[in-house]
């Protein structure tokens, strides 16, 4: 009866690393590469071109920036990294309440900015993986304006963008600065800074 005991435990113990190994294997073979990284960047980019050559309003076009916030960008990773310390002792419905607002505060910051492009496009180039994240490089082309670059920053873990840089200028510290500065004068209440960005 042993003998039987401990063959079953064996093979009991064979199938389960089996199963573990089948189920790990989908995972490995999912990892996230450059041109999965250069992929979603270039869809990411084709919305963006659709919305500013949409001739839509400047509230239209906002609305529609966030949806492709939302679809591209890991806006939760985003929102906590810019709130910095104080995220760690909120609430979660404080913290989902901060990145919903966040994510519009940056659609219409952003979108603005974007409204410079009607007429131009961006394209994307290379991509270069560094640690965890790759660095999808683009050009942006504006009628009239030298070109400048662009580059979004994708984690390999979410598959999507956590930081955006304009000439080298990210927008994940600028907007951490700009957020704690508000934080501040909210006297670190972060339900008075949802409500300010809203």
Known sequence: MSDF????RR?????????????????????????QAEALIHKAVDDINA???SGKSERAMYVDFEKVLVRYA?????????LGPPARSASSGQLNA???????????????????????????NSSQKINSIYDVKCTAIL???????????????SGKFIDL???????????RAEIGAMLDKAGGS???LTAALS
């Not at 840089?165 to 907007?175: D, F, R």
């Open 11 to 35: 093979v009991l113990t064979g199938l389960g690393a089996g199963v573990c190994a089948m189920m790990l294997r989908p995972i490995a073979a999912l990892a996230f590469s450059s041109s």
């Open 5 to 8: 005991g401990f063959t079953r």
């Open 51 to 53: 919305i500013i050559n």
């Open 98 to 124: 901060f990145t919903k607002a966040f994510q519009t505060y940056i659609a219409r910051k952003y979108g603005s900015r974007f409204r410079e492009f009607i007429g131009g496009k961006i394209q994307v």
């Open 143 to 157: 009628a009239g304006e030298p070109p400048f670059d662009i580059s979004f920053i994708v984690h390999d873990r």
């Open 74 to 82: 890991d806006t939760p990773s985003i929102a906590r990294s810019v």
């Open 190 to 192: 972060i339900d008075k």
């Open 165 to 175: 840089q304009i000439e080298g200028i990210s927008l994940l510290k600028s907007e």
